[in-house]
């Protein structure tokens, strides 16, 4: 196929014939020859040009495709109540991967234990940490895992928002059964997106129970609504355990707090 050059403008002939003229060696060309030279570096002009042109299409183009994937890959915004009831299925049923979609990839974790019942690390970074600490890790411990929240968020999208939780669960090795309670602090992202972008955990009871224990405790939580629950609705159940009677306490003074509150 033969070469056909690209369209020059008056404007490459103009600027091509100056640079001709500048060239010092052309000054003895024939005034034909020289305008084919002229000509020559013309085409080079467009021919620059046009190339010039293609890049920018193609990196326009390559520019629009990551904006679209982007938007294609970010998670449509979540609500508060959304994120923490994702955040505790992911946990309770030891399904990882639905961490991302209720923590931000900038998200944080902070721990305090106030127990040597239980351990966990003081801090983690980014949700693939975080994922590791409170699902894969704490899965491989503990089974038959039920969390609750003692309050629910009033607006669906808000910066902050702090709960008291109640925690059950039996230990793989063994048998025992856990009982604990606490607070969380949850950190908002923007309305835009909404995932956790930080969660503060504070364990203030933990209490470990013998396995002849586990069937009247499992039973009481398996009646509780889930995972949203008052104080009331989980002290009116309990049973009559001698090794629960802190988390008693912990109930009946959240309780008090709500009837004063």
């Keep these: ?45 467009a021919e620059g040009r046009r190339y010039g042109l293609e890049i920018a299409q ?52 902070e721990m305090t234990v106030k127990t040597d019942a239980i351990s966990f690390p003081s801090s983690a970074k980014g949700p693939e940490q975080i994922t590791q600490v409170l699902v894969t890790d704490f899965s491989e411990q503990y089974e038959n895992i039920r969390t609750f929240c003692f309050s629910h968020p009033n607006s669906d999208f808000l910066p902050y928002f702090q709960c008291e939780w109640l925690v059950g669960m039996s230990a793989r090795q063994g048998g025992s059964f856990r009982v604990g309670c606490g607070h969380y602090g949850w950190y908002f992202g923007p309305e835009d997106d909404g995932r956790v972008k930080k969660l503060v955990i504070d364990i203030e009871i933990m209490c470990v129970l013998p396995v002849e224990a586990s069937e009247p405790i499992m039973q009481w939580l398996a009646a509780l609504p889930y995972p949203w629950c008052s104080s009331i609705q989980a002290n009116e159940g309990i049973p009559a355990i001698d090794g629960l009677r802190p988390i008693e306490h912990f109930l009946r003074t959240e309780t008090n707090k709500a009837a004063i509150g």
């Design 58 to 109: 193609a990196l326009s183009v390559a520019h629009a495709e990551t904006c679209g994937s982007n938007r294609m890959n970010r998670s449509p915004a979540i609500s508060a109540a959304d994120a923490i009831s994702t955040y505790i299925l992911a946990k309770d049923s030891n399904h990882p991967q639905l961490m991302h979609r209720a923590f931000a990839q900038d998200c944080e974790l």
């Design 1 to 45: 196929m033969p070469f056909k050059p690209p369209p020059t403008l008056d404007r490459d002939l103009a600027r091509a014939r100056q640079i001709a003229r500048s060239w010092k060696p052309l000054d003895k060309l024939a005034p034909a020859d020289a305008e084919t030279v002229a000509r020559a570096i013309a085409e080079g002009i």
